[in-house]
């Protein structure tokens, strides 16, 4: 099965790596790529996103979008994890070409009306980018194939504060907007991401078979390895963002759930991603007046992992 994909991205380490997937697999027809805040802010975004496509020879469309959350301040980018170009402080290779005139908004809009029902959003950083296509087009919700979050947590806990994950706590409010909109959308989140991991062996591999690119993943991939041994105790990285495609490939590698969500907007549960599972009762019913969507729970983490280095190699 083929799929035609946006991949909406804020590379950073993790983001590149799926990068490379999304212009290397058989089965994914990469449309285009929209640029975000997140792991870096949106210019680095998207030259980083520019200098990908490039050491690919891939002439794909690159469109900038959110440099800031819908409402609250903006949180200083994590160097600390992605470095302070996103790709792990390395040297990298000038870009020489342009982004998209159209901002990533329009870009999503103008892609999804074009090719209505063939479309999938594979969104893997903050949602701000989703949320002003809704409020652009919101006809778009019955015209997308189907939208996949790299986001959120529901039994794991939070990477960024005690119970949110990074790209929900970063424009909640465009999350919340997302995760609750009509139209079909999974969520890939901590649960099954920290399960997967991209150790050394895997990324020698990528390496070897990648060239230029190879050079960029392995070299932004030891950075980001670092950040890993310190926080979660691993030996390689989790590879979040590429969860998202084996998602959209493998889905049976996956176990799920459908229910309804919700993001927490304010307090000290911000960016808290609520799932109410689908017939559960609870003392209101205002949990389950959202549209039913589907979460993933746990994963085969060993066969994602592989295949994520079979694909680059």
């Known amino acids: 099965m083929s799929h035609s994909?946006?991949?909406?991205?804020?590379?950073?380490?993790?983001?590149?790596?799926?990068?490379?997937?999304?212009?290397?697999?058989?089965?994914?027809?990469?449309?285009?790529?929209?640029t975000t805040f997140g792991n870096v802010d949106v210019e680095t975004a998207t030259h980083n996103a520019l200098l990908l496509a490039q050491l690919a020879d891939a002439d794909i469309p690159v469109a900038r979008g959110s440099a800031c959350p819908m409402v609250k301040p903006r949180h200083p980018a994590p160097k600390h994890i992605h470095g302070d170009n996103g790709l792990g402080n390395i040297e990298l290779p000038e870009v020489t070409t342009q982004p998209d005139p159209r901002n990533a908004a329009q870009f999503i809009v103008d892609t999804v009306n074009q090719?209505?029902?063939?479309?999938?959003?594979?969104?893997?950083?903050?949602?701000?980018?989703?949320?002003?296509?809704?409020?652009?087009?919101?006809?778009?919700?019955?015209?997308?194939?189907?939208?996949?979050?790299?986001?959120?947590?529901?039994?794991?806990?939070?990477?960024?504060?005690?119970?949110?994950?990074?790209?929900?706590?970063?424009?909640?409010?465009?999350?919340?907007?997302?995760?609750?909109?009509?139209?079909?959308?999974?969520?890939?989140?901590?649960?099954?991401?920290?399960?997967?991991?991209?150790?050394p062996e895997h990324m020698a591999r990528i390496e070897s078979a990648?060239?230029?690119?190879?050079?960029?993943?392995?070299?932004?991939?030891?950075?980001?390895?670092?950040?890993y041994r310190g926080a979660l105790g691993i030996d390689g990285c989790c590879p979040h963002d590429s969860v998202a495609l084996a998602w959209l490939v493998h889905p049976e590698l996956f176990t799920t759930d459908q229910g309804h969500l919700h993001v927490v907007t304010e307090g000290p549960a911000e960016g808290q991603t609520l799932f109410a599972p689908l017939g559960r009762l609870f003392i209101?019913?205002?949990?389950?007046?959202?549209?039913?969507?589907?979460?993933c729970l746990d994963v085969d983490g060993d066969a994602v992992s592989n295949w994520i280095a079979d694909t680059l190699s």
């Open 115 to 199: 090719r209505p029902g063939e479309v999938s959003l594979v969104a893997v950083g903050p949602l701000g980018n989703l949320a002003a296509a809704l409020q652009l087009d919101p006809t778009i919700t019955g015209k997308v194939k189907n939208v996949i979050i790299m986001g959120g947590s529901i039994r794991e806990g939070g990477n960024v504060t005690p119970v949110a994950e990074a790209n929900i706590f970063n424009d909640a409010h465009a999350a919340q907007r997302v995760l609750t909109a009509a139209w079909p959308l999974t969520l890939v989140g901590l649960d099954v991401t920290h399960r997967c991991v991209l150790t």
């Open 284 to 295: 209101e019913d205002r949990w389950s007046l959202t549209p039913e969507q589907t979460v």
């Open 5 to 34: 994909i946006i991949f909406d991205t804020d590379p950073g380490v993790d983001d590149a790596q799926a990068i490379a997937i999304a212009l290397r697999h058989p089965d994914i027809e990469l449309l285009g790529m929209t």
């Open 210 to 227: 990648q060239g230029e690119l190879g050079k960029v993943l392995a070299g932004s991939y030891a950075f980001y390895r670092e950040f």
